[in-house]
């Protein structure tokens, strides 16, 4: 059974840091990463990884420069460095895996991010 367990949301002022890990357990993945949805918006990219094969990433436009995705294969964990944070990068923010190297086949349950002052 696949498992993906989130932490590290939480409030923040603008301008602040925050770290999110993901977890994940019962497969072997070849992508892993994070989505995030804000209130009466589409579910968009954040960042993903390649589990092997070199690690290449992929950031959403509005992330790039800001935001850093890595990953711990000894443990099977996946981080995501969140820098200038703003009140528009306030959304759950969900941990998935993918079997191959594009989409995501799991999902993780989500975690909050507010950016608030």
């Known amino acids: 059974q696949v498992r993906l367990v989130e932490s590290g949301g939480g409030l923040v002022q603008p301008g602040g840091s925050l770290r999110l890990s993901c977890v994940a357990s019962g497969s072997i993945f070849g992508i892993m990463g994070w989505y995030r949805q804000a209130p009466g918006k589409q579910r968009e990219l954040v960042a993903t990884i390649r589990i092997r094969s070199g690690g290449n990433t992929n950031y959403g436009d509005s992330v790039k420069g800001r935001f850093t995705i890595s990953r711990d294969n000894a443990i099977n964990t996946v981080y995501l460095q969140m820098n200038s944070l703003k009140p528009e990068d306030t959304a759950v923010y969900y941990c998935?895996?993918?079997?191959?190297?594009?989409?995501?086949?799991?999902w993780g349950q989500g975690t909050q991010v507010t950016v608030s002052s």
């Open positions: 998935i895996a993918g079997l191959g190297f594009t989409s995501p086949n799991y």
